[in-house]
């Protein structure tokens, strides 16, 4: 079994600030981990992925996340952001070996003028 | 345009009638899935086709069908809806199991 715990549910920052979402999981098997952001009345995309090799993965829109393996986290990061970047992120997990995916319950990321 | 389609966007029903939702990608990916999102509980997955005539249950199948006779198609069979079955159900599908998922723009189900 699996899960994903993302640590904070609403994370309010200034725009220009830096901001760290944070994610944690838990797996008896090895897992490949994403983050997927949703912007209000719309479905999921993608912003990153690891799947392995360099633990520091950058995603678009400026983001980047860096797993942690001893400490099965996968925490994701901007050093500015901006007010576009208002909306839902959401950590995720696949095993690698089989399809199963687990989701996060999301961290709503509010950027205030 | 590559694109994950669901229908209906929108539904209001009764309970205990049955109900299909229906999700086509146009991508040639191998896996495709649903899930279901509610306040405060992210997305949930109810079942993955890791292939054609492949299914698995993922963490709340319990009140759905899904079968994939063809590639593109996954549809989402509701045989007796409950009102606990209200929520906003996302189809996606990869080209592979580990790759990026791509979502469809939802469908919100309301259960009376």
């Known amino acids: 079994a699996q899960s994903v715990t993302q640590l904070d549910s609403q994370v309010p920052v200034f725009e220009e600030a830096p901001v760290e979402l944070r994610c944690n999981y838990s797996?008896?098997?090895?897992?490949?981990l994403f983050w997927y952001v949703q912007y209000p009345n719309q479905g999921l995309q993608l912003l990153l992925k690891?799947?392995?090799?360099?633990?520091l993965v950058k995603g678009i829109n400026g983001f980047e996340a860096e797993f942690n393996k001893s400490q099965t986290s996968f925490h994701l990061r901007k050093p500015s952001v901006h007010i576009s970047d208002t909306a839902e992120y959401f950590c995720?997990?696949?095993?690698?070996?089989?399809?199963?995916?687990?989701f996060g319950d999301g961290t709503t990321l509010t950027v205030k003028p | 345009e590559a694109q994950v389609t669901q229908n209906p966007r929108y539904l209001i029903t009764v309970t205990g009638k049955k109900l299909t939702v229906t999700c086509s990608q146009n991508m040639n990916h191998e896996y495709m899935s649903w899930y279901r999102q509610d306040p405060g509980l992210g997305l949930r997955q109810i079942y993955y086709s890791m292939n054609v005539e492949v299914t698995d249950k993922g963490d709340v199948p319990e009140g759905y069908k899904v079968s994939r006779k063809e590639k593109r198609n996954f549809p989402l069979i509701l045989e007796s809806p409950s009102p606990n079955q209200t929520s906003l159900y996302f189809c996606a599908s990869s080209l592979r199991w580990r790759e990026t998922q791509y979502f469809g723009p939802g469908t919100r189900l309301l259960v009376l």
């Open positions: 690891y799947l392995s090799g360099s633990t």
């Open positions: 797996s008896s098997v090895s897992v490949y």
């Open positions: 995720a997990v696949t095993t690698t070996n089989a399809g199963k995916s687990t």
